[in-house]
């Protein structure tokens, strides 16, 4: 089993965030969980796959080519891929992975959590979608799509597919139990 980790190429201000990459890349270790992450040795991408490593556990990296030189691509990781751009990147981790877990980062570790959360709702795939809640920085983030499906423009069943939690044991857990809802169409039956 592999596990997609998107967080930023900056360490953040709060050390927590640090911290936590640590853990959770030793605790996938432990687990006989691959991690498989953007291939660069900076920020808490560099945390997680040095942590990683160094329990001894598979380490994938994906890095596109042009961001070699500013994420400073890891070259003590099992296996270090090098692609042409961003798309193939994505598509490379998601087929790589069994499922998804979000860390803080900035619009890029967003995006990528998206692209992940959206392909699981279009049913593309049924893998888990997990939001790690480092220090509460995404309780505002937890109130906007609260407020797009109280909107309508999210199903509660679909918000349920982001599981949420605070600490890295509580979502490896939830993530060990889930079971993909059926995904026939997106909207609710009265918008059919």
Same mark, same amino acid.
Request: negative net charge.
């Given at each position: ?27 996938? @270790?432990?687990?006989?969980?691959? #991690?498989? +992450?953007?291939?660069?040795? $900076? !920020? =808490?991408?560099? %945390? ?67 692209? @992940?959360?959206?392909?699981?709702? #279009?049913? +593309?795939?049924?893998?888990? $979608? !997990? =939001?790690?809640? %480092? ?58």
């Amino acid at each position: 089993m592999r596990i997609c980790v998107y967080l930023g190429s900056s360490p953040g201000n709060n050390p927590l965030y640090r911290q936590t990459a640590h853990d959770l890349g030793t605790m996938l @270790a432990q687990r006989g969980i691959g #991690l498989v +992450y953007g291939g660069g040795k $900076v !920020g =808490l991408m560099g %945390v997680i796959a040095d942590a990683a490593c160094a329990a001894g556990g598979e380490v994938i990296g994906v890095i596109p080519e042009a961001l070699r030189a500013r994420e400073r691509d890891h070259q003590g990781i099992t296996e270090l891929h090098v692609v042409d751009t961003m798309h193939e990147r994505k598509a490379m981790m998601s087929k790589l992975a069994d499922g998804f877990i979000t860390l803080p980062g900035g619009i890029g570790t967003f995006e990528e959590m998206f692209e @992940a959360w959206c392909w699981a709702q #279009l049913g +593309y795939h049924r893998k888990p $979608v !997990g =939001l790690l809640d %480092v220090g509460d920085i995404f309780e505002g983030f937890k109130m906007l799509i609260d407020k797009v499906v109280e909107e309508g423009f999210l199903q509660p069943r679909h918000r349920a597919m982001l599981l949420v939690e605070k600490e890295p044991e509580a979502l490896l857990e939830r993530m060990s139990q889930y079971m993909a809802p059926e995904t026939e169409h997106w909207l609710g039956e009265d918008d059919l």
